[in-house]
């Protein structure tokens, strides 16, 4: 339950007009806070909606019950821009029903945006980026009294130790931020643009915080960082964090994202072989199966030591199962180069994957230095292909653990609602019979069957 602290000051919620749909009573303005993107964003719409709440807003499913709409973007996905645009002004219409309606835009893309609303998107009245959301309360109190504000400064020292977010999940797996802010530079991103520099949580705060999911009943935590496996504070390395989470009563599954494949040190392997905790599981962005290509992005790894760390990565962890990040279409790509990736598909053979096109995000350095020169029709072309032959690999990666035993973390009901949802350890989806447990639960079950992309207990 949300503990609502209206405080002294704050602007109270405008008057709802006359045709107006009714609204709910409740203890103070209104929020309505939509995520795009990463689980990083998610956990940081948690971080929002808590320092909001501590400051009398109430969030609200609804938009058209808002006083307040923040839109929390992602600057990764292929034409960002043009999303967050469109999104807002799909939103715009409820300003119709409430004129004093403010809008925000919070996030990756707030340093894009910044000098673009005034001129593209008048109705945004906020703009915060991700190192203010310790402000938020005051800045969306600001907007509201009709200032236009603009808050999009980095600070490399801001880890919002100490502040507790209001999840919106299943209060099952629960996410923790162990690190913010990237170092890596590689050519196409623009995370270290958007969100900063490398830093990392302190462990005292990491701990403090998986300690409270523990305590409100979680039974997974979600360990998130953009290179999450450089964490390092001080003395205390990704190795030495694991270990520490893994002695939390009442924590039983562990899992991460993402982590660069350049730190995967002989430790950290160890590691997550020796606890049980720890999910064999792996998201590993490989990019690209073409060392050109990886040369080009500056990923600082060739194949053949991806290809090395995998089977290092699977000799230690046998029954690991492998996610990946593939990119078509980067500056300067051949023929060649994307048959290589096709080839480093067929020699990994993954579980499952995140497929992109390359687009121009124009403040990386691929953007100002090099040249988008594979044609849009090309890339579509070689997307598509990739996209199929990573089909055949997930459905044969699910048909494998057809007629197995599996321990399943139940997280809730499946989309129809005719199900129980939930997951293996090898992050899987698993459709289970009703009443065959409980949210929160573990339970064994047989696997009968498999839709492609879930598996399906007997």
């Given at each position: ?79 960002a821009?043009?999303?967050?645009y ?8 409820h300003?119709?029903?409430n ?7 919070t ?49 490399r ?96 599954r562990?899992?991460?994202t ?51 760390l ?80 990573q ?45 065959t ?22």
């Amino acid at each position: 339950m949300t503990r609502l602290v209206q405080i002294r000051g704050t602007k109270p919620a405008p008057a709802p007009p006359a045709n107006a749909p009714e609204l709910p009573p409740v203890a103070g303005p209104r929020v309505y806070v939509e995520t795009l993107g990463c689980q990083m964003n998610e956990a940081d719409s948690a971080l929002i909606v808590g320092q909001l709440a501590a400051r009398g807003y109430v969030r609200v499913p609804d938009p058209a019950a808002a006083d307040v709409i923040l839109l929390n973007t992602c600057a990764v996905r292929e034409k960002a821009e043009e999303r967050v645009y469109g999104r807002t002004s799909q939103l715009l219409r409820h300003k119709k029903d409430n004129p004093d309606l403010v809008f925000g835009i919070t996030g990756c893309m707030a340093e894009h945006l910044r000098d673009k609303v005034q001129k593209q998107a008048p109705h945004i009245g906020l703009v915060a980026g991700p190192d203010s959301y310790r402000r938020i309360g005051v800045l969306v109190d600001r907007a509201r009294a009709g200032e236009r504000v603009v808050d999009i400064t980095l600070d490399r020292d801001e880890t919002y130790e100490g502040l507790d977010g209001v999840p919106d999940d299943d209060g099952v797996s629960g996410q923790v931020t162990i690190q913010r802010g990237c170092d890596k530079f590689c050519t196409f991103c623009v995370v270290p643009y958007t969100r900063g520099r490398e830093r990392g949580v302190a462990p005292r705060e990491v701990l403090r915080q998986a300690r409270h999911l523990a305590e409100h009943g979680y039974k997974e935590i979600v360990l998130l960082g953009q290179t999450v496996n450089s964490y390092v504070w001080e003395d205390a390395s990704f190795a030495d964090l694991l270990r520490a989470l893994a002695a939390i009563d009442g924590i039983e599954r562990i899992r991460f994202t993402s982590p660069y494949p350049v730190d995967f040190t002989a430790q950290l392997i160890a590691t997550m072989a020796e606890l049980d905790k720890v999910c064999p599981y792996i998201h590993l962005p490989a990019q690209s199966g073409a060392d050109r290509m990886l040369t080009a992005m500056k990923r600082g790894y060739s194949r053949a030591e991806f290809v090395d760390l995998v089977g290092r990565l699977r000799a230690a962890l046998p029954d690991l199962a492998l996610s990946t990040d593939l990119m078509v279409g980067f500056c300067g790509e051949t023929e060649d180069d994307h048959a290589e990736t096709l080839s480093l598909m067929r020699e990994i053979r993954f579980d499952s994957a995140f497929m992109f096109r390359y687009s121009d995000r124009g403040i990386t350095y691929a953007a100002r230095k090099l040249q988008d020169d594979v044609p849009d029709e090309v890339k579509g072309r070689r997307l598509q292909e990739v996209i199929e032959l990573q089909e055949q690999h997930t459905r044969a990666s699910h048909q494998a653990r057809v007629g197995k035993r599996e321990r399943v973390l139940i997280s809730g009901l499946s989309h129809r609602g005719d199900r129980l949802l939930g997951r293996t350890p090898r992050f899987q989806s698993v459709l289970l019979p009703l009443g065959t447990g409980t949210p929160g639960q573990t339970v064994e079950v047989d696997i009968a069957a498999t839709t492609g992309h879930s598996l399906i207990a007997g």
